[in-house]
């Protein structure tokens, strides 16, 4: 059972450039979430989905775009990379409701734009 | 809005030495506490939580009480060992259809 993985690890961009992050739960989970993590701050949720089909917008939204086609599946996608999302990005994932069910967390994946 | 406040780190204490990070939480109505770590090179993981007011946390040795008067949610450990050695985050959810706000992390190193 490995949980949430996350890849690739590390990556380096330059601006203007466009990859997907990939995340993958093999946990059965309805909910995933993408987080970013910059320096000295806490997690703020990027997008989240409830279900296969279903994505919808979280705190800091613009740059980035998801999709959910399958229950074990959540890439996120930047399209035009810019400093500013120079991070470090964790993919989760839960049973239920947040409020209602223990999140798992992926180990991250640490981007920088130059 | 709802937001998590932590104590700054770094923290650096010697082996089986008291632990306290404190977190403080502005937010309306009852929301549910969280404690997550995050050890080296992993992702997070729940620690302990909370869900209402005067409720106390706990595993692993850490314990926290959920204070409605104070808005707190101090972290708290008797003995820390080496391996206690993480970031630890605190956070907040209103309600079950709520997203976690986190606070910013205090990295703790624990010295043999």
């Known amino acids: 059972n490995a949980g949430v993985t996350q890849t690739p690890k590390f990556r380096i961009l330059k601006i203007g450039q466009s990859m997907t992050l990939q995340c993958t739960q093999d946990m059965n989970h309805n909910y995933m979430y993408w987080y970013r993590q910059d320096p000295g701050m806490g997690l703020k949720l990027i997008y989240y989905?409830?279900?296969?089909?279903?994505?919808d917008k979280g705190e800091v939204p613009n740059g980035y775009n998801v999709s959910r086609s399958t229950t074990e599946d959540f890439p996120l996608r930047l399209e035009l990379a810019a400093p500013s999302q120079t991070s470090v990005y964790f993919c989760a994932s839960s049973s239920g409701l947040a409020g209602l069910s223990e999140q798992f967390f992926g180990p991250g994946t640490r981007l920088t734009v130059l | 809005g709802n937001s998590v406040t932590q104590m700054e780190g770094p923290v650096t204490l010697s082996e089986e030495a008291f632990l306290t990070i404190n977190c403080t939480y502005t937010a309306t109505g009852y929301p549910s506490l969280f404690w997550y770590v995050q050890y080296p090179g992993e992702g997070l993981q729940l620690l302990l939580k909370?869900?209402?007011?005067?409720d106390k946390g706990s595993n692993k040795g850490f314990e926290a009480t959920y204070r409605k008067e104070t808005t707190s949610f101090h972290l708290e450990k008797g003995s820390v060992q080496v391996s206690d050695s993480a970031v630890y985050f605190c956070?907040?959810?209103?309600?079950?259809?709520?997203?976690?706000?986190f606070g910013k992390g205090t990295k703790l190193s624990v010295k043999p």
């Open positions: 956070a907040l959810i209103r309600g079950s259809q709520g997203n976690l706000i």
């Open positions: 989905s409830v279900g296969a089909g279903i994505t």
């Open positions: 909370a869900t209402k007011a005067d």
